[in-house]
């Protein structure tokens, strides 16, 4: 049984429509690579230029430098972190009146020197 003039005519929307949907996907799918830095495969996924150039090692170094000095400000941000929880944690919110008492402390310490 050969396909119908009546059965091609109703598939082809659909088989158009898939076409086009797939080549726009596939459009888009590469946009997006070239724009964010990957290389285009081939059909075998394979790189179509080289990845070893000079300029791309180049950038490599440059971001895993930059990787590096971005974790030890982290690691530092952290520990900045790590005190000020502590301060707040661990004597509560009475650091005000320990200041003042140390500023009281101060005070008697001077008046104590000048009446001697």
Do not use: C, H
């Amino acid at each position: 049984m050969a396909l119908d003039f009546v059965v091609i005519e109703a598939l082809a929307p659909v088989i158009i429509s898939a076409t086009a949907v797939a080549t726009l996907g596939w459009v888009v799918n590469n946009w997006l690579r070239m724009r964010n830095g990957y290389p285009l495969e081939n059909s075998w996924g394979k790189a179509l230029y080289p990845k070893d150039n000079n300029e791309a090692q180049a950038r490599v170094q440059l971001l895993t430098q930059e990787n590096a000095q971005l974790r030890a400000e982290v690691g530092s941000i952290k520990d900045r972190l790590a005190s000020v929880e502590r301060i707040v944690t661990d004597q509560g919110y009475d650091v005000a009146l320990q200041i003042e008492g140390l500023r009281e402390a101060r005070l008697e310490a001077r008046q104590e020197v000048t009446k001697q």
